[in-house]
């Protein structure tokens, strides 16, 4: 899975999944950019862990759900190669409630982030990787966005969207050497799940066939195959990184 001289833009990746796959395809040797919306000192720390392999690594402030923040961080990456090779879209938001306690602004905040970002990125990126009829496209979706899960309406649209706008752009792309996929993680260890009891952990442990709770590293290392010249043959496919939850 060499990726040597590549560049890569990861988006959401000052921690979790998104540190992981940073790190990942850095390890590969691809040129990292990757952007976060608060911490910037979370982000730097991607940075370096990335300039350990050698590679040119920069995190960049941005809100994916504004058009013009993606511009501006598609526009930074093309600044080291002149060129953007893979695309990542891993930034996402939950706003967890039932449906009846839901807000509007639950609902649109989460949408506008996980979908419309995702959405956004893509559009931009797409017309670069055409023009050199070559790039890799991956986007981490959920397994909530394939089955539902109470609680997450907004996230499990926006994530069952994000599948759809994948396999869609997976035959409008394809022609042009251009690969679009999705993966889908089960239960990973994240801030999101360390808020949980170690009670809560083995009960969801024990619904998974591996019985464990999947590592941020389980992700990336299916990501860094989808980005590369291996899976040169593999396009609007969803992969699940789920230990076998279902």
Do not use: H, W
Not at 6 to 29: F, Q
Not at 204 to 228: C, H, M, Q, T, Y
């Amino acid at each position: 899975m060499n990726l040597k001289g590549k560049t890569a833009v990861v988006t959401g990746g000052s921690r979790g999944i998104g540190r992981a796959i940073c790190v990942r395809l850095a390890k590969e040797g691809a040129n990292v950019v990757t952007c976060y919306a608060n911490s910037s000192a979370a982000a730097e720390e991607t940075v370096k862990l990335c300039q350990e392999y050698g590679v040119n690594a920069v995190c960049v402030k941005a809100d994916i759900s504004v058009k013009e923040d993606v511009e501006a961080l598609l526009a930074e990456a093309q600044k080291i190669t002149g060129a953007i090779d893979i695309l990542v879209n891993n930034a996402g938001i939950t706003r967890d409630k039932l449906l009846i306690s839901m807000k509007d602004e639950d609902f649109d905040d989460v949408i506008n982030t996980n979908l419309k970002g995702t959405f956004y990125a893509m559009r931009a990126v797409a017309k670069l990787m055409m023009k050199k009829r070559y790039g890799r496209i991956v986007n981490i979706s959920s397994v909530v966005g394939v089955y539902g899960n109470a609680g997450q309406i907004n996230y499990s649209a926006s994530k069952a969207g994000v599948i759809g706008m994948t396999k869609s752009l997976a035959k409008e792309l394809g022609s042009r050497g251009i690969t679009c996929n999705a993966v889908a993680p089960g239960f990973i260890s994240t801030d999101m799940t360390a808020v949980l009891s170690d009670e809560v952990k083995a009960n969801l442990a024990a619904n998974i066939a591996l019985k464990r709770i999947g590592e941020p590293e389980d992700v990336a290392n299916v990501v860094a195959f989808l980005a590369s010249d291996d899976a040169s043959y593999v396009t609007g496919q969803v992969i699940e990184v789920s230990g076998g939850m279902n």
